[in-house]
């Protein structure tokens, strides 16, 4: 039997270039008989293949062939973004919705991909509809952003696409998750208000924001305020909504140095009961950014950070065909980052 080192080598290009003391490159345009080369060069190369043995491979004008096809016609592959509002007219308050829409854009962009918006609550537009459609686009991806605290269940089939989440609000579905690392947040903030000489932080908090927050805006908070003197915790304003006569109430019983809350909401209404920011009280945003009208200091979440990261995850899974619901859900936090804003005193140098 003989062995592979006596088996017979199929000749390549390399070894018809070499022999006809020409490059690669003119072997192949003479064996595609290109007529960029003289006939007598193109038969003499021919000739000299033929007396080596040469024979294409048809596999890779198969393959050739594909590329060709595919850069002719080549389609571009979607993401579905799937906003849980009804039209895209409820989508403008929420400038912080805009910033990950805008992330997931950008870094579809990058890697070939595209977005295409789907409305969850348009008219007619069940689960079984949408997944349908998807799947007649040859859509594979899912991104999910933030679901308003009315959907509490959607029952769509996952089993044939890659999904993510990218809120606590829709983690009732099962899938991957990418959001904000809440108690870096608070980490990063209490740290802040103590190099500012702040000694008591009090947090505000409603019912709808602490759920869609997994808890751990409060639960993080609830450690520092922990480990600080008894004297100096100010207990936390927990509602069902918050309103100026509850914040009033608990401006006079806790008196906090300075008040944590998210967005600006709180702020304007600190202003409205005629608290001067900062200079009588400080007030610091755990969801501050460019979505908000005015420079208020704190903690902004990288909404867009964290649209681009979760294109980056599907994207991973389109490739590894993860599809359907993990067994073991993984949750992905991207950190926030400290914006300086005029609703705090300065730090001293």
């Not at 040469?54 to 595919?70: A, E, Q, T, W």
Request: charged fraction near 25%; include cysteine.
């Amino acid at each position: 039997m003989a062995s592979e080192s006596h088996q017979q080598k199929i000749p390549s290009y390399r070894d018809i270039a070499e022999k006809a003391g020409v490059s690669q490159m003119t072997v192949s345009l003479a064996l595609r008989d290109h007529p960029t080369l003289p006939v007598a060069t193109r038969r003499r190369i021919q000739k000299i293949a033929e007396e080596i043995g040469y024979k294409p491979d048809p596999n890779i004008g198969r393959m050739l062939k594909y590329i060709r096809s595919r850069r002719a016609v080549r389609a571009t592959p979607s993401i579905a973004y799937l906003h849980a509002m009804k039209t895209d007219a409820n989508f403008g308050p929420s400038r912080s919705r805009q910033r990950m829409l805008e992330g997931a854009k950008a870094r579809c962009e990058t890697l070939g991909f595209q977005i295409d918006e789907f409305w969850l609550q348009a008219e007619g537009l069940t689960p079984a509809r949408m997944c349908a459609i998807l799947q007649t686009r040859g859509i594979e991806g899912i991104l999910v952003p933030p679901f308003p605290r009315e959907i509490t269940r959607f029952d769509f089939d996952w089993r044939d696409f890659s999904a993510i989440s990218t809120s606590h609000s829709s983690e009732f579905l099962g899938l991957d998750l990418i959001t904000t690392n809440r108690q870096q947040t608070i980490n990063l903030a209490m740290e802040k208000l103590r190099a500012r000489g702040y000694r008591r932080p009090g947090l505000i908090m409603d019912v709808e924001r602490d759920r869609r927050t997994g808890h751990n805006i409060l639960s993080h908070f609830l450690w520092h305020q922990s480990l600080q003197p008894k004297a100096q915790r100010v207990p936390v304003l927990f509602v069902p909504e918050v309103d100026r006569r509850a914040l009033a109430r608990w401006l006079g019983r806790g008196r906090p140095d300075v008040v944590l809350s998210m967005g600006d909401e709180v702020l304007t209404m600190l202003e409205e009961l005629g608290h001067a920011v900062p200079a009588r009280i400080g007030y610091l945003s755990l969801s501050t950014g460019s979505h908000l009208a005015r420079p208020v200091s704190g903690i902004d979440e990288a909404p867009d950070r964290i649209g681009a990261t979760a294109i980056d995850l599907l994207a991973a899974k389109i490739l590894h065909f993860e599809r359907g619901l993990p067994d073991a859900r993984k949750l992905v936090l991207i950190d926030g980052v400290w914006r300086e804003g005029a609703t705090l005193r300065a730090e001293p140098r």
